[in-house]
């Protein structure tokens, strides 16, 4: 059994043995029927999310705590579990075609949406060809292959798309299926859930959403049934902004979850409160690389990497709780996951970091400062307005850069100013930015797709001609394997050209009281199991 703090004293050491850290791990499943936990079936299990939950349309909703909240009623054609293999859930078996440009799913018998409706394989069709349609703007258009279509006969679903793709059935299958009635008219989705989850949304009340467990319910991952031990009758969702009241309800038995982190984090590890977690690359920099900006000369990016005390920026930027990042792709399902780095992260070096900057142009003056014709070497650093640590790190980059001669803006961003500065202006040279993110697939829509200006999402304006082509040859793979193996070599280019710098991690922990799951990306609701 790993407890909570040998899991973080591993994954502090850069010993990360799962894709995602577990209070608890053993060779029982939580829905092994034979497994002696202590489980209490009943009651109601309260999660508190943050911030405000905006729209709960499981087809466009995009913010992290909309998605948590969607995940409780809706269910895909695969499960992922917190190792990162795959499992049937509304599938019953799957097979890629030789080609890689089609995916042939066999569905489960049975399977029922929330207003009775049937699961089969039309309307599972009808659930992949909406969001293949760019019509309907939903928030897996821009990963879904060109040309992609689905047609289903009874328990049968067909899938094919223009081009070769061995990830065909990863994608497809992380789909989120929706009622037929809910792909009609999705405004009534926001009050009552339509998916084939275990639990169904019955009420919405300002910032707290109610959720039944159906007693129908027969096609969960690993046998799970309505009549598993441990379950809960019910689900409470309230949204609990602030930290240290999430902390409280958690340790007066009011909550069930809670992220919770900072000095209550502190408060209950001191307490004994175990935790589930995900990676969260919190320490990550990328850059700006459009002409107009001194990041788009490699040399300067090099520089800026090299010319900062790394160990103590890790320490300040993680609040003292860092770990290594061993791999660009931190969330479920974790495609083509590294958990050994296949890239040599750069070691700091203040003075070869002075000499790049001077084979870049930009020398010293008389006032200790760099220029170059004429300009001052200045640069635009962002970081998370909400986050202390990310502050007080930036502040010490920014120290280390003035004995460079750099001058350093900082500037928090909010939500609203994330947006603007990333996606409309470009007014930032780099800072702590994060992409978090489950394939290469969607990395390269960041690192290798058009530009916003064009509509894309590579924020950074990269433009690499050697990634570019690794990322062709990926896509054209025979198998996941091989694609995997070109995306390793991209994933390398990516750092060793100096388009991003994975400083540090951290884990963001998900507290329990009375309860155990898991958690890929959010908790997942087959595996929450009661324990008082």
């Known amino acids: 059994m790993i407890t909570r703090r040998k899991a973080v004293t591993m994954a502090a050491a850069g010993m990360i043995g799962a894709l995602v850290l577990t209070a608890c791990s053993g060779g029982d499943s939580p829905n092994d029927p034979g497994n002696d936990a202590g489980y209490v079936s009943g009651g109601t299990f309260r999660h508190a999310v943050f911030p405000e939950v905006g729209s709960i349309n499981p087809m466009t909703a995009a913010q992290p705590q909309e998605i948590q909240v969607i995940t409780y009623a809706y269910e895909s054609l695969l499960y992922t579990d917190g190792e990162g293999e795959q499992l049937p859930w509304l599938a019953e078996s799957w097979e890629l075609g030789d080609e890689g440009t089609s995916v042939t799913f066999q569905l489960k018998d049975g399977v029922t949406f929330h207003d009775g409706s049937a699961f089969d394989a039309s309307v599972a069709a009808e659930n992949i060809n909406y969001h293949a349609n760019p019509d309907n703007a939903t928030t897996l258009g821009d990963v879904l292959p060109a040309g992609l279509e689905a047609s289903g006969d009874g328990l049968t679903l067909e899938v094919t798309t223009d081009v070769a793709d061995p990830f065909l059935a990863n994608i497809v299958g992380s789909i989120r299926m929706v009622g037929a009635a809910g792909l009609s008219d999705p405004a009534p989705l926001e009050t009552a859930s339509n998916g084939t989850g275990l639990y169904a949304l019955t009420s919405v009340q300002a910032d707290r959403y109610m959720f039944e467990r159906r007693d129908d319910y027969t096609w969960g991952p690993d046998g799970l049934t309505s009549e598993t031990e441990g379950l809960p009758d019910a689900l409470e969702i309230s949204v609990v902004t602030d930290t240290s009241t999430r902390a409280n309800l958690l340790i007066s038995g009011d909550l069930n979850a809670a992220a919770v982190e900072g000095p209550d984090q502190d408060r209950l590890d001191g307490a004994g409160y175990e935790f589930v977690g995900t990676i969260n690359p919190i320490g990550q920099m990328l850059f700006n690389e459009r002409e107009d900006r001194p990041t788009h000369d490699p040399l300067v990016r090099e520089a800026l990497i090299l010319g900062f005390n790394h160990e103590d920026a890790r320490e300040v930027v993680t609040g003292g709780r860092p770990i290594d990042l061993t791999s660009w792709i931190t969330e479920a399902p ?11 992260r750069p070691s700091a070096d203040p003075a070869r970091a002075a000499e790049l900057l ?17 300009e001052q070497l200045s640069i635009n650093f962002i970081y998370d307005a909400t986050s202390a640590a990310h502050a007080s790190a930036a502040e010490l980059v920014a120290e280390d850069w003035a004995e460079l001669g750099i001058v ?40 290798g797709g058009a530009w916003p200006e064009e509509g894309g999402l590579n924020f950074m304006g990269v433009r690499d001609e050697e990634y570019l082509a690794l990322a062709e040859q990926a896509g054209a793979a025979a198998d996941a394997e091989e694609a995997c193996g070109y995306w390793e070599q991209a994933e390398k280019l990516v750092v060793e050209n100096f388009h991003t710098f994975l400083l540090a991690g951290t884990i963001r922990p998900t507290y329990m009281s009375g309860t155990t799951f898991e958690i890929t990306d959010y908790i997942q609701p087959v595996t929450i199991r009661m324990t008082e």
């Open 334 to 344: 974790f495609t083509c996951f590294n958990e050994e780095p296949v890239w040599e």
């Open 358 to 374: 001077d084979e870049a142009g930009w020398t010293e003056g008389s006032d200790g400062m760099r220029s170059k014709d004429g």
């Open 408 to 447: 350093t803006n900082l500037i928090a961003m909010d939500g609203a100013a994330w947006s603007e500065y990333l996606y409309e202006t470009f007014d930032y040279d780099t800072g702590w930015i994060q992409i978090g993110v489950g394939s290469p697939v969607t990395q390269n829509l960041f690192y």
